[in-house]
C-alpha cells in the first residue's frame, strides 16, 4: 500500500518537473442561477475546487454519470453555455486569517469592514472530520450568560449546545448578544481566552453592521470574531458559512481556548440548503428539504465539545418559528440534536417580561451539572416554586385574592415577585453573587432554603 502510494507521488512529481501536469476541462452544458452541468471532467472529485474561464469559481456538488454539477461561488462575469471549466485537483476550502478577531470577514478571508483580504492568510477545510468520542470530556464547566433566567434555572455549560428558539423580534440575537457581553466582565474567562464567533448567515449588511456596532460599544468585539454571508452572497456560500465558522472554532479549540460559536439562523440555513437542492434537482423530502436535512445539522453541531486539551465550543444556535410553533420539521430537527432549547414567547414579549422566556417549554439537559453548588440549590428551588406559580396562574389569574387561601395567596405573591425578578434590561449582565443574592429572599419565602 505504501509502496503505490510513493510510486504515485514520484510520478506526479516527474509529472510536474515535465510540464505535463494538466488539470482536466470541460464545458458547461447547462446553467441555472448559481448551479451550472458541466460534461467532460472525468477525474473530478466531490467539493473539488473548479474554475469558470475568467469569469468565476465553484466546487463539485454533485457527480453524474455523464456530467457533474457545479454550485458557483464566486462569478465575476455572466457565465453561459459553451464556456471553458478547469478542475484544479484541490479541494475547495475557506480564507482563515488569525488577525480576523475583532472585524468582520467572509469566507474567502476578506475584510468587510476594509473590502481587503487580510495580510497573513491559511486555508482550511470548510469542514473537519468530528473529533472522536475519546477525545472529549465531560461537560462540567458553567458557560455563564449574565442572564438570571439562564444561569439560575436552565444553565449552559461550556462544550453545550444549546438551541435558542422563538418568533421574529422576539429576543433570540439579543440573548446571544448579551452572552458575548458578559464573557468580557468575567474575569476568570478572560484569563481563559475565551473567544466568541457569531456566524451571520444570509444577514443584510445593515444588521450586521448593528451587531458590530453594539458589540464595539461594549467593548466585546476585541474577542469577537464575525463570520458572516449576507443575502447578497450566492446561496452556496451562505449554506457554507456556519461550517466555515465552525472551522475557525476547532482551530482556536486546538489552541486550548473557550470558544462560544452563535449561529444566526439555522432555519435561514436550512431553507438555502432546500433552494440549492432543488435547483440541483435533488429528490425533495417532507416540507421539499432534501432527506439529507437531518444529517447536516447534526454533522454541523456535532463540532460542538469540550475537547482533552481542555478547550471547548459552545454551540448557540438559533432558529425563528413562526406562530410560536416549535413542532415544525426543522425545530424538531434541531431540538432532538442539541442539549436543550430556551423558548422565547411573542406573549411574553408583548407583556414586557423581557427576555421574553417561556420557562414551561424550555430545558437544559445538562442542568446542574454545570452549575456550581449553591446556584444548583437555589435554581432547583426557584424553578419548582416559579414553575408550579405559572401552572397555578392560568386557573387562578382572574380569581379574586381575597377567595384564595393564605397558602395559595402566599404562592401566587411569591411567583409574581419572581417574575419580576427575572426581567432584566438588555447588556446588563449579573454575576452569579448577585443572582443568588436577588433571588436567596423569594425562595426563603416558601421555606425551601434555610437561613444559612
Given at each position: 500500500?505504501?509502496?503505490?502510494?510513493?510510486?504515485?507521488?514520484n510520478?506526479?512529481?516527474?509529472?510536474?518537473?515535465?510540464?505535463?501536469?494538466?488539470?482536466?476541462?470541460?464545458?458547461?452544458?447547462?446553467?441555472?442561477?448559481?448551479?451550472?452541468?458541466?460534461?467532460?471532467?472525468?477525474?473530478?472529485?466531490y467539493?473539488?475546487?473548479v474554475?469558470?474561464?475568467e469569469?468565476?469559481?465553484?466546487?463539485v456538488?454533485?457527480?453524474?454519470?455523464?456530467?457533474?454539477?457545479?454550485?458557483?461561488?464566486?462569478?465575476?462575469?455572466?457565465?453561459?453555455?459553451g464556456?471553458?471549466v478547469?478542475?484544479?485537483?484541490?479541494?475547495?476550502?475557506?480564507?482563515?486569517?488569525?488577525?480576523?478577531?475583532?472585524?468582520?470577514?467572509?469566507?474567502?478571508?476578506?475584510?468587510?469592514?476594509?473590502?481587503?483580504?487580510?495580510?497573513?492568510?491559511?486555508?482550511?477545510?470548510?469542514?473537519?472530520?468530528?473529533?472522536?468520542?475519546?477525545?472529549?470530556?465531560?461537560?462540567?464547566?458553567?458557560?455563564?450568560?449574565?442572564?438570571?433566567?439562564?444561569?439560575?434555572?436552565?444553565?449552559?455549560g461550556?462544550g453545550?449546545?444549546?438551541?435558542?428558539?422563538?418568533?421574529?423580534?422576539?429576543?433570540?440575537?439579543?440573548?446571544?448578544?448579551?452572552?458575548?457581553?458578559?464573557?468580557?466582565?468575567?474575569i476568570?474567562?478572560?484569563?481563559?481566552?475565551?473567544?466568541?464567533?457569531?456566524?451571520?448567515?444570509?444577514?443584510?449588511k445593515?444588521?450586521?453592521?448593528?451587531?458590530?456596532n453594539?458589540?464595539?460599544?461594549?467593548?466585546?468585539?476585541?474577542?469577537?470574531?464575525?463570520?458572516?454571508?449576507?443575502?447578497?452572497?450566492?446561496?452556496?456560500?451562505?449554506?457554507?458559512?456556519?461550517?466555515?465558522?465552525?472551522s475557525?472554532?476547532?482551530?482556536?479549540?486546538?489552541?486550548?481556548?473557550?470558544?462560544?460559536?452563535?449561529?444566526?439562523?439555522?432555519?435561514?440555513?436550512?431553507?438555502?440548503?432546500?433552494?440549492?437542492?432543488?435547483?440541483?434537482?435533488?429528490?425533495?423530502?417532507?416540507?421539499?428539504?432534501?432527506?439529507?436535512?437531518?444529517?447536516?445539522?447534526?454533522r454541523?453541531?456535532?463540532?460542538?465539545?469540550?475537547?482533552?486539551?481542555g478547550?471547548?465550543?459552545?454551540?448557540l444556535?438559533?432558529?425563528?418559528?413562526?406562530?410560536?410553533?416549535?413542532?415544525?420539521?426543522?425545530?424538531?430537527?434541531?431540538?432532538?440534536?442539541?442539549?436543550?432549547?430556551?423558548?422565547?414567547?411573542?406573549?411574553?414579549?408583548?407583556?414586557?417580561?423581557?427576555?421574553?422566556?417561556?420557562?414551561?417549554?424550555?430545558?437544559?439537559?445538562?442542568?446542574?451539572?454545570?452549575?456550581?453548588?449553591?446556584?444548583?440549590?437555589?435554581?432547583?428551588?426557584?424553578?419548582?416554586?416559579?414553575?408550579?406559580?405559572?401552572?397555578?396562574?392560568?386557573?387562578?389569574?382572574?380569581?379574586?385574592?381575597?377567595?384564595?387561601?393564605?397558602?395559595?395567596r402566599?404562592?401566587?405573591?411569591?411567583?409574581?415577585?419572581?417574575?419580576?425578578?427575572?426581567?432584566?434590561?438588555?447588556?446588563?449582565?449579573?454575576?452569579?453573587?448577585?443572582?443568588?443574592?436577588k433571588?436567596?429572599?423569594?425562595?426563603?419565602?416558601?421555606?425551601?432554603?434555610?437561613?444559612?
Open positions: 500500500m505504501g509502496t503505490h502510494i510513493d510510486e504515485l507521488v510520478q506526479k512529481i516527474e509529472q510536474i518537473k515535465n510540464n505535463e501536469n494538466v488539470f482536466d476541462s470541460g464545458t458547461v452544458i447547462q446553467v441555472k442561477d448559481y448551479i451550472i452541468e458541466v460534461a467532460g471532467l472525468e477525474n473530478v472529485t467539493f473539488e475546487k474554475t469558470i474561464w469569469k468565476g469559481m465553484g466546487y456538488n454533485q457527480i453524474k454519470e455523464n456530467s457533474v454539477t457545479v454550485a458557483i461561488v464566486k462569478e465575476d462575469a455572466p457565465i453561459e453555455i464556456d471553458l478547469k478542475t484544479t485537483g484541490e479541494q475547495f476550502k475557506a480564507v482563515f486569517a488569525r488577525q480576523a478577531l475583532g472585524r468582520i470577514v467572509d469566507i474567502f478571508g476578506t475584510d468587510l469592514l476594509t473590502g481587503k483580504v487580510f495580510d497573513k492568510i491559511e486555508y482550511i477545510n470548510i469542514e473537519n472530520d468530528t473529533i472522536p468520542i475519546m477525545d472529549r470530556r465531560e461537560v462540567n464547566r458553567p458557560m455563564l450568560t449574565g442572564i438570571a433566567g439562564i444561569d439560575l434555572i436552565y444553565p449552559i461550556k453545550q449546545r444549546q438551541l435558542i428558539i422563538g418568533d421574529k423580534k422576539t429576543g433570540k440575537t439579543q440573548i446571544c448578544l448579551d452572552t458575548i457581553v458578559n464573557q468580557g466582565a468575567i476568570d474567562n478572560r484569563a481563559n481566552d475565551v473567544i466568541c464567533i457569531y456566524i451571520a448567515v444570509g444577514k443584510t445593515k444588521e450586521i453592521k448593528t451587531i458590530y453594539e458589540l464595539l460599544k461594549r467593548n466585546a468585539i476585541s474577542y469577537t470574531m464575525m463570520v458572516v454571508a449576507t443575502n447578497d452572497d450566492k446561496a452556496p456560500v451562505v449554506s457554507l458559512i456556519p461550517f466555515v465558522g465552525l475557525i472554532a476547532e482551530e482556536f479549540m486546538k489552541m486550548k481556548k473557550d470558544v462560544i460559536v452563535v449561529i444566526d439562523d439555522l432555519k435561514k440555513h436550512a431553507d438555502v440548503y432546500r433552494e440549492i437542492s432543488l435547483v440541483s434537482d435533488k429528490t425533495p423530502g417532507r416540507e421539499a428539504y432534501p432527506a439529507d436535512i437531518f444529517y447536516l445539522h447534526a454541523l453541531l456535532e463540532k460542538g465539545c469540550q475537547y482533552k486539551n478547550g471547548s465550543i459552545t454551540i444556535p438559533i432558529v425563528e418559528t413562526k406562530g410560536g410553533d416549535i413542532t415544525d420539521y426543522i425545530s424538531t430537527n434541531i431540538i432532538s440534536i442539541t442539549d436543550g432549547q430556551i423558548v422565547l414567547s411573542e406573549k411574553e414579549f408583548a407583556k414586557g417580561n423581557k427576555p421574553a422566556i417561556n420557562y414551561k417549554n424550555s430545558v437544559s439537559r445538562l442542568g446542574g451539572a454545570v452549575q456550581k453548588a449553591d446556584i444548583k440549590k437555589l435554581g432547583a428551588e426557584i424553578r419548582r416554586t416559579f414553575l408550579s406559580y405559572l401552572e397555578t396562574k392560568e386557573v387562578y389569574e382572574l380569581a379574586n385574592m381575597d377567595e384564595m387561601t393564605p397558602e395559595l402566599n404562592k401566587m405573591k411569591v411567583g409574581k415577585q419572581i417574575q419580576e425578578a427575572l426581567n432584566q434590561p438588555k447588556f446588563r449582565p449579573l454575576t452569579n453573587e448577585e443572582i443568588i443574592d433571588f436567596k429572599k423569594l425562595a426563603k419565602q416558601e421555606g425551601n432554603i434555610d437561613e444559612n
